[in-house]
């Protein structure tokens, strides 16, 4: 009996290990919670203070707090690490969030971040301020972006869609109504057609218009046409398309001016006209000509884009603009457009002109870090 009873222990023992095993490698989430959650825990609290003095964060403590030290605590006065103020586990990682002390700003935990994440042994540590003074160390337990899974509040909202995961775990969001017009820019393979794809099947769920230009004979948005209200597939039709979205965007300012609104959502839901997203695919091949008869249809596409991109915020008209180069060499007007287009996204690039100029002087906080998409199928 006695023998059972061991062999049965070593028995369970083993498939417990090999259990814990299987999901290290095919669920993270399963072994994070059960394992590497209580694990980085402890050894957060237990190393914290060490951690920081040895990475160069802590400050000398004020006057009265060395004073007090001295003479009525009668130990050692000890540098000053940032204090904890909260520690939250998710099913990804550790969120601490910290009260830095004077002396100390947000930059010096990001240079430090990854002594950091060596000494704690997690996958990565990022730094993120939240109010003045107070900063969250992110934490992942391993590396959620190998396989996608959005976190469950993710849901489109509003005008809000989700549309990657971020390296953190957490939900990159294209809200419309805090950045209405968008750049992406990415080389071929880069990840920008699933992004496009990612907005197409958010959107597609909301009350929304879509309206596509895809100038490669609709290769990449043909399949999403049942849901798009209109697709231009070539030049000149997408230079009739944009002179239509020109004098909608004309016919509700004329309606915002009757009710004396100066913006859309000024005016009650039941006059409200429905929002307008415009999605365009590769936007040079709108400002390429291959003769000079084409200059006249050039004009008309690049001077419509950019009053758009000026004045349709205000009336519901929303601009995402993709390409792989986007620059003064594609001619008149291109860096007048790029101007107008504030958020922006770059996805892996040739060149670092590309990048640089994709996210030179841009700030609304691009998406900068490593991400990765679900890909959707056509709706």
């Given at each position: 009996m006695a023998d059972l009873t061991m062999?049965?222990?070593?028995?369970?023992?083993?498939?417990?290990?090999?259990?814990?095993?299987?999901?290290?490698?095919?669920?993270?989430?399963?072994?994070?919670?059960?394992?590497?959650?209580?694990?980085?825990?402890?050894?957060?609290?237990?190393?914290?203070?060490?951690?920081?003095?040895v990475c160069g964060l802590t400050v000398q403590p004020s006057r009265l707090r060395a004073f007090l030290a001295r003479n009525v605590a009668r130990r050692e006065v000890?540098?000053?690490?940032?204090?904890?103020?909260?520690?939250?586990?998710?099913?990804?990682?550790?969120?601490?969030?910290?009260?830095?002390?004077?002396?100390?700003?947000?930059?010096?935990?990001?240079?430090?971040?990854?002594?950091?994440?060596?000494?704690?042994?997690?996958?990565?540590?990022?730094?993120?301020?939240?109010?003045?003074?107070?900063?969250?160390?992110?934490?992942?337990?391993?590396?959620?972006?190998s396989r996608v899974r959005m976190p469950r509040g993710a849901r489109p909202d509003g005008l809000a869609v989700p549309v990657a995961l971020r390296e953190d775990g957490t939900a990159f969001v294209r809200d419309y109504r805090k950045v209405p017009m968008a750049l992406t820019l990415g080389a071929n393979n880069s990840g920008k057609s699933?992004?496009?794809?990612?907005?197409?099947?958010?959107?597609?769920?909301?009350?929304?218009a879509l309206v596509g230009i895809d100038c490669k004979r609709g290769v990449e948005q043909k399949a999403y046409a049942p849901r798009l209200s209109a697709l231009a597939t070539t030049p000149d039709d997408a230079?009739?398309?944009?002179?239509?979205?020109?004098?909608?965007?004309?016919?509700?300012?004329?309606?915002?001016?009757?009710?004396?609104?100066?913006d859309v959502w000024e005016l009650p839901a039941g006059l409200r006209p429905v929002p307008v997203v415009v999605?365009?695919?590769?936007?040079?091949?709108?400002?390429?000509?291959?003769?000079?008869?084409?200059?006249?249809?050039?004009?008309?596409?690049?001077?419509?884009?950019?009053?758009?991109?000026?004045?349709?915020r205000a009336v519901g008209i929303y601009l995402e603009v993709c390409g792989q180069r986007f620059g003064s060499?594609?001619?008149?007007?291109?860096?007048?457009?790029?101007?107008q287009l504030t958020g922006r996204v770059v996805h892996r690039v040739n060149d670092k002109q590309t990048a640089e100029m994709g996210l030179f002087c841009c700030m609304c906080g691009c998406l900068t870090s490593p991400v990765a998409w679900d890909t959707p199928s056509p709706a």
């Open positions: 062999w049965l222990e070593a028995t369970g023992a083993l498939a417990g290990a090999g259990g814990l095993g299987y999901a290290k490698v095919r669920a993270p989430r399963v072994y994070w919670s059960l394992v590497g959650l209580p694990v980085t825990w402890g050894r957060f609290t237990i190393t914290y203070r060490s951690t920081m003095d000890l540098p000053v690490p940032p204090k904890v103020r909260r520690v939250r586990g998710t099913s990804t990682g550790l969120r601490v969030t910290l009260r830095l002390p004077a002396g100390l700003e947000p930059a010096d935990l990001m240079a430090a971040s990854e002594r950091l994440r060596h000494a704690w042994g997690v996958h990565s540590v990022m730094v993120g301020e939240t109010k003045p003074g107070y900063v969250e160390l992110r934490m992942t337990g391993y590396d959620v972006l699933v992004y496009q794809r990612n907005l197409i099947k958010g959107l597609a769920r909301l009350p929304v230079a009739s398309l944009l002179d239509v979205l020109v004098a909608e965007m004309e016919s509700r300012f004329d309606l915002l001016s009757s009710r004396g609104v100066s999605l365009v695919d590769e936007v040079a091949e709108l400002f390429l000509i291959s003769s000079k008869k084409d200059e006249e249809r050039r004009e008309r596409v690049v001077t419509a884009l950019i009053r758009l991109a000026q004045m349709a060499e594609l001619g008149k007007g291109a860096t007048m457009l790029r101007a």
